[in-house]
């Protein structure tokens, strides 16, 4: 059984296009991101999944069951959290997660004073009182109390410094290990890369890339960087040229002998190839829609 | 019953300020009435000859200087407009807010209907507006027996009813329209409320008008009608719970299936 499956998934709202077409697996138990550039149909495909919005064609499941017509059942086994966690003002952080535990019918005291011990959060604050940040971890501490078999999050580390980054993901991959599915929708390609087995990328509300990380990472393109002149000008296999005084940077895809003779020809003072990360290579998919080098 | 225990809390305050105040003007209307008693002479000679404002208020047909003529005109502007505002606004924003106030994606993303959503959330309004009615009801009795007058039992009753019927409907009717609402509700709740109250007022001046008192839920709480006849008009009563279940059936048939922004 799948943890989540769309197939032709289509949301327009009226006639702007939310996601089309979208074919989507994530497999029970991995951890898995989702990577796309603003607009790109990320929260409009995770609000679909949670029943806040109705498809306008295709379908879905989660954990086997038929989004729309389980919802219940399909957000009992979910945790969820927002990009930007609000919740009502007045209350404290213990009433808001008494009050999500007891929306799930579940007493998760224990689990909730646990994560608020690894994350730091004092639950006699009143939520307005907190910080961004801080406003997030009552969502994670939400999302993860219920121990639910699937978690999404959606932008999770806006907000949340370095140390608490680290904190939230150790937990998120121990919750892995478990067996938890962790469906990760992020801008940060480094927390999808160092935490993700497999990506998808979604550019104009469809899937243009869907493998395991490395694959997606992998590329015949170099990154090349040198300090001094070299006659580069109708070379072909050359993008993103930067230069910098001196310093020239850029990513190489063409025949390396003839970028070799190019740089001999020249004047170096200094010379690297190196593997792009990636950012890089994701930057490639948004702004070409997707063709693998 | 979670959500029902959640509404009633965040509702508190605003129950209790406008319940607050209702009590507290209608309380200092009754005790004023002894005194309005000694001038009555005067007082109905003035009220009965304001022409169209006499009509509109229906104070051509009740006299001032008996408690019963005295609150129903009192209780229909104090009790009347200040209940109408109270559950118009509250149901207006009932469903809306969660999205106005960003918590929607919180509540309805934890594995709750949306029908038990709004189920708990009806309940939650029904209980506040009739709280309301109590506690005011309590207040007017006990003022009424503080001043020493013979209570109208028969007329103070079926007005206090007539008035929580009229807040019952407009309630569901509200809550019907916040079904539709993403943003302001306010507006549309005092809208409603003073839409219906003016619709009466036109109703009482104008013959040719005199139809709409069926429309409005203001109609079956003229307080001439319920003092003379000594009862609720069943036929404005029965077009109110038409227009009060055709409310919830709105709110029941789209809010479910309502795409719930960010």
């Known amino acids: 059984m799948d943890a989540i499956k769309t197939e032709k998934l289509t949301k327009y709202y009226g006639k702007a296009r939310g996601i089309e077409d979208l074919d989507l697996t ?162 940060v390609l480094s927390e999808v890369q160092r935490n993700c087995s497999r990506a998808a990328v979604i550019r104009a509300g469809r899937i243009i890339a869907c493998d395991s990380v490395e694959a997606l990472a992998q590329t015949n393109a170099k990154r090349v960087s040198f300090r001094g002149s070299a006659e580069l000008s109708d070379l072909p296999g050359i993008r993103d040229l930067r230069t910098e005084g001196e310093s020239v940077s850029f990513l190489y895809t063409g025949e390396l002998n003839a970028l070799l003779g190019r740089l001999a020809a020249g004047k170096l003072r200094d010379l690297s190839l190196t593997e792009p990360d990636l950012e890089e290579i994701f930057l490639h998919y948004y702004e070409k829609g997707g063709e693998a080098e | 019953m979670t959500i029902l225990k959640h509404e009633l809390r965040r509702g508190r305050n605003p129950l209790l300020i406008w319940g607050g105040v209702i009590a507290f003007l209608l309380a200092v209307c009754v005790f004023l009435f002894p005194e309005m008693k000694k001038q009555m002479g005067e007082i109905n000679e003035v009220f009965s000859s304001m022409g169209s404002f006499t009509a509109a208020f229906g104070m051509d047909k009740l006299n001032f200087g008996s408690l019963e003529g005295y609150y129903a005109i009192e209780c229909g502007n104090v009790l009347g407009l200040g209940g109408a505002f109270f559950a118009a606004l509250c149901a207006a924003g009932m469903l809306c807010k969660e999205e106005k106030e960003r918590t929607a994606e919180f509540l309805l993303t934890h594995p709750v209907s949306r029908t038990r959503v709004l189920t708990e959330k009806l309940a939650a309004l029904l209980l506040q507006v009739t709280a309301l009615n109590a506690a005011i009801y309590a207040v007017a009795l006990g003022s009424m027996v503080l001043v020493g007058e013979e209570i109208p039992w028969r007329a103070f009753n079926l007005m206090h009813l007539a008035y929580f019927l009229l807040q019952l409907e407009l309630a569901c009717v509200c809550f019907g329209v916040s079904a539709f609402l993403r943003k302001g509700s306010a507006g549309v709740g005092l809208g409603i409320a003073a839409l219906l109250y003016v619709t009466n007022l036109i109703a009482n001046i104008t013959e040719s008008a005199r139809f709409l008192k069926h429309l409005t839920p203001f109609g079956y709480c003229d307080g001439a009608e319920i003092v003379s006849d000594g009862s609720l008009n069943g036929g404005k009563l029965a077009v109110g719970l038409g227009f009060a279940l055709l409310g919830l059936a709105a709110a029941y048939w789209y809010y479910p299936r309502k795409d719930i922004c960010a």
């Open chain 1, 26 to 187: 994530v497999e029970q138990g991995e951890f898995f991101g989702f990577i796309g550039p603003n607009g790109a149909g990320k929260s409009t495909t995770i609000r679909t999944l949670l029943g806040l919005i109705a498809p306008t064609g295709g379908r879905a499941e989660v954990l086997g069951r038929a989004v729309g017509k389980e919802k219940e059942a399909i957000l009992r086994e979910i945790g969820y959290l927002p990009a930007e966690a609000v919740f009502w003002s007045g209350m404290k952080v213990k009433e808001i997660l008494k009050l999500s535990a007891e929306l799930r019918g579940r007493d998760c005291a224990a689990e909730a004073r646990r994560l608020c011990e690894r994350l730091e959060l004092d639950p006699n604050r009143k939520v307005e009182e907190l910080s961004f940040g801080n406003r997030k971890k009552v969502g994670i501490v939400c999302a993860l109390q219920s121990e639910p078999k699937l978690l999404i999050l959606d932008e999770p580390t806006g907000g949340l410094d370095p140390l608490m980054q680290r904190a939230f993901f150790d937990i998120l991959r121990e919750r892995n290990r478990q067996g938890t599915t962790v469906f990760l929708s992020s801008h």
